[in-house]
């Protein structure tokens, strides 16, 4: 068979814009650089104490000019490997392959359709420019981590098509063409579709085995762009009209705008480049026949990070979207995985969410945990779909049938005091600093004891910031289930886990009372106290150690009073959590000296 019968060439109709694109985008940077040119001169010539601001309002837009042409010109070239690569669509026995071959820094594209996974072939209504038309093809099936080039659209099941185009439940492949092109790449389909061997129909959604790597979160590097140019652009914008007036002399270290903004610009350089690796290292989701994982592979000094959840822990998986309400409401696609336990030691990255069993995010808990990832853009949130469609077991359940029932798991968080426990460390270091000012003003140092003084102070002060830091602005609450109450404090740092359960056989009644704090003091309208759960229980069954807002006492030979303050606004979920389930073991309610009668419903505050 010849070449030709097996090869359509698609490189001639690539680049038969780059030179059009070159020259648009050079002749808009050359067309910037005029008016930047003539503002300067005119802002240069004016005197001394002349100062106008209409030739300085001018050179920065004209800058902004040209800075948007030489990106434009930047961006043409770094595209140019793309277009000049051999490229086009090769026929075979077993399928064709789109092709994009590497050239220089471009890597390459390639993708791979089988004769049996192409279910139709029609000509698309989609609008796209003089003498071009699209083609698409109806697939079956295919890889969710393949890469077509970029002449065509791969529009995955519910995704966006080109304009014109309704959205389909099925998977297609639009090809962007020449006319002449279309009609030969017609003809070749049909000739080789029509000689292949008939394969029997693969189940939709099933047809391509789906293992490997699925990068995720790759939008987030525009970000970290945008931060390094705008602190760039920061001390430029207000320095750069009085540098061409007065020259380089004009960058004064001690004048205080100077310093400010090179200060500002310096801080804003430093974080882009701390967080570079965070947004540059590959991350993803992985799946094997053993189960997924999420991960972030090694980049300079940032480590991997990577956690793994087997099909055996794996209650469902579920691609929706959700409506964040704070900051205003924002709609957001997530993935989320079901989990039968949530197992502490797996090192996921930090934006991979874990969510305890009963805990609500986002106004919705399951009696599950879960693990919530955000995605990006819609491809992202079709090619995840994709891929867990094919290699999740089938016998996983949806988020539907997870949910169905009264929930029997809740989880309460309680408050960090994260201000408080900050002001530990900071009121010594206010302290050495103000002593330190003082004898800078004064031009005398302070005695020898006033500064054995103040530095004990804050060794005092340091050495209790790092005892209360960690426990106070570690993440806790209340895990209410069947089984029982879970006091939980989740480790960090070098504080460590805490966690103290009381089962509801060991408890004798559940109480509301009501409590002094001094967050109060200054709220004339809720009062001097705030509500609380009082729960008591046999002695020789009370915790040992309970976490700071859980406090026990009572003099009562047989049982203890354990008293949990997770705060107003948690109060009324506690309430419901804790409803019906006192009675259920060996004991009667308790109806001793302790103030209150039996819990009989949740209560509003």
Known sequence: ????????????????????????GSGLFLASLVPL??????????????????????????????????????????????????QGVEFGDDGL?????PRWWFRGRAMHVRWEDVDSFTPSGAAGPRRWTWRVLGLRGVAPHARPPHWTALVLAGGEPPRGVARSATIRLFLQLRED????????????????????????????????????????????????????????????????????????????????????SAVGLSAALVAAPWQWAEQGMVVTDRGLG??????????????FVRWEDVLGTAVREVVRTSPGEQHQAVVEVYLDRLDASERFPGWVRR???????????????????????????????????QASPPSLA??????????????????????????????????????????????????????????GFAAVGLAAAARLLPPLCARQGIVVDDDGLRLVREPLLWSRELTARVRWE?????????????????????????????????????????????RTGGADPDVVRLRLCPGAEQHPLLSRAVQGRVGRGSGEPYEGGDRGGALGGPRRH
Not at 97 to 101: D, N, S, T
Not at 294 to 307: M, Q
């Open 294 to 307: 999420f991960e972030r592979r090694p980049l300079w000094w940032v480590p991997e990070r990577r956690g």
């Open 181 to 264: 092109s279309a009609a030969e790449f017609t003809r070749l389909l049909e000739s080789h579709r029509s000689q292949a061997e008939p394969a029997p129909r693969a189940e939709p959604g099933r047809a391509t085995a789906a293992r490997g790597w699925l990068a995720l979160r790759r939008s987030h590097r525009v970000a970290w762009l945008l931060l390094c140019l705008t602190a760039l652009l920061l001390p430029a914008v207000p320095l750069g009209p009085l540098v061409l007036q007065d020259g380089l002399a004009r960058l004064d270290p001690g004048d205080p705008a100077v310093a400010l903004f090179a200060v500002m």
């Open 398 to 455: 949806g988020p539907s049938a997870l949910g169905a029932g009264p929930r029997s798991t809740y989880w309460i968080p309680v408050r960090r005091w994260v201000l408080p426990a900050l002001m530990v460390p900071v009121l010594p270091i206010c302290a050495v600093s103000g002593v330190a000012l003082a004898a800078a003003t004064a031009g005398s140092a302070p005695a020898p004891g006033i500064w054995a003084g103040v530095l």
């Open 37 to 86: 040119g003539a503002f300067a001169w005119a802002l240069r010539s004016v005197e001394a104490n002349g100062f106008s601001a209409i030739p300085a309002v001018g050179m920065v837009v004209a800058a902004a000019g040209c800075v948007a042409g030489l990106g434009v010109t930047a961006l043409i070239l770094f595209w140019t490997p793309r277009f000049l690569a051999r």
């Open 1 to 24: 068979m010849r070449e030709s019968d097996r090869w359509l060439d698609l490189g001639p109709e690539q680049r038969r814009a780059l030179p059009r694109a070159l020259a648009y």
């Open 506 to 550: 060991h408890v004798r009644a559940i109480r509301p009372g009501t409590a002094l704090t001094l967050s109060r003091l200054g709220d004339w309208n809720g009062g001097f106290t705030f509500p609380v759960t009082d729960v008591v229980v046999e002695r020789r069954h009370a915790p040992a150690r309970t976490p700071w807002w859980a």
């Open 97 to 101: 392959r789109l092709v994009q071959e």
């Open 355 to 389: 969510v305890r069993a009963g805990e609500a995010l986002w106004g919705e808990a399951t009696d599950c945990a879960r693990l919530v990832v955000p995605l990006g853009d819609p491809q992202e949130r079709s090619r995840v779909s994709l891929l867990l469609a």
